[in-house]
């Protein structure tokens, strides 16, 4: 399922809350629509907190064969309020290869300094149900400290608007937008805008696409197919970001308590396989 699951949830994008929502995506399902009542949605669609009524606990890592790694836990009650609220936190530590951007004002000769990054992450997402939770509106935001052995500790911030809907029997739609704080204050990628659709048959299995744009017309979609033998899970996937193609799988098991899975994202063209394993409390 995820880590995305899941979402959500190496990544396409290492942005802030890239890795988060890999987790989040791990099984080819995510987009502007996560599954519904998904903990994980805070990093695609806030609004899809408050599709079902219900608590949600969701712990993940996720680790890639050069040691990069995260973990982090998350919770959500769409049950006890007005309101769905969602809470995350998550921490990660890697080290990509070098870039111009990267490389400190002056080195010793024949010195290269670590490029090692650990990173802390808060999010929240708060959503409201309406129409007996058939259209639900959600705003979102994280905040993010980076320390990296060449530079001083960084802080950015993200914020997300998103809105979703159930138009049917095993049919959900949504649009999220992510990036939307302006870049002096996230140092981070465009805004991006997102579509999505998710249709469910009970028992069989689901479908669920994706595809969005930044605010500099960079393209980015998703494909993901899921079947449910009984309480078994098994996902594959395919996602487009920043020019770089993925294809990803996950196999799982669920019930009406919670859910235990597995997923691979495949960067296609180089790049790492990441692994990532999920565990989510239901109630």
């Given at each position: ?30 987009g502007a ?68 951007a990267d ?100 028992g069989v ?79």
């Amino acid at each position: 399922m995820l880590i995305r699951s899941i979402a959500a949830l190496a990544t396409l994008s290492l942005s802030a809350s890239s890795l988060a929502g890999e987790i989040a995506h791990l099984s080819g399902l995510g987009g502007a629509v996560a599954l519904p009542g998904d903990t994980a949605a805070m990093y695609d669609n806030p609004a899809a907190l408050a599709l079902e009524e219900r608590y949600d606990l969701l712990g993940w890592g996720s680790l890639a064969p050069s040691g990069d790694r995260e973990g982090g836990l998350a919770v959500h009650d769409a049950r006890s309020g007005a309101f769905a609220l969602g809470l995350s936190l998550r921490l990660d530590h890697r080290t990509p290869a070098w870039t111009d951007a990267d490389l400190p004002g002056w080195v010793a000769d024949g010195v290269l300094p670590s490029n090692t990054r650990r990173g802390r992450e808060g999010a929240f997402a708060v959503a409201l149900p309406l129409l007996d939770r058939r259209l639900t509106l959600g705003i979102g935001g994280l905040a993010q400290q980076m320390e990296r052995d060449s530079a001083d500790p960084e802080w950015m911030g993200e914020a997300s608007v998103g809105v979703a809907g159930r138009l049917g029997a095993g049919l959900t739609v949504g649009v999220s937008g992510q990036g939307l704080l302006p870049h002096s204050l996230s140092g981070r990628d465009p805004a991006t805008w997102t579509g999505g659709v998710r249709y469910l048959l009970d028992g069989v299995g689901a479908i669920a696409g994706s595809a969005g744009l930044d605010v500099a017309g960079a393209p980015r979609g998703a494909l993901g197919l899921e079947a449910r033998p009984g309480q078994v899970r098994a996902r594959a996937g395919w996602r487009y970001q920043e020019g770089g193609h993925a294809l990803q799988g996950g196999v799982g098991v669920e019930n009406e308590a919670g859910a235990l899975d597995y997923g691979i994202t495949v960067p296609l063209g180089g790049g790492e396989a990441i692994h990532g394993l999920s565990i989510r409390i239901r109630a």
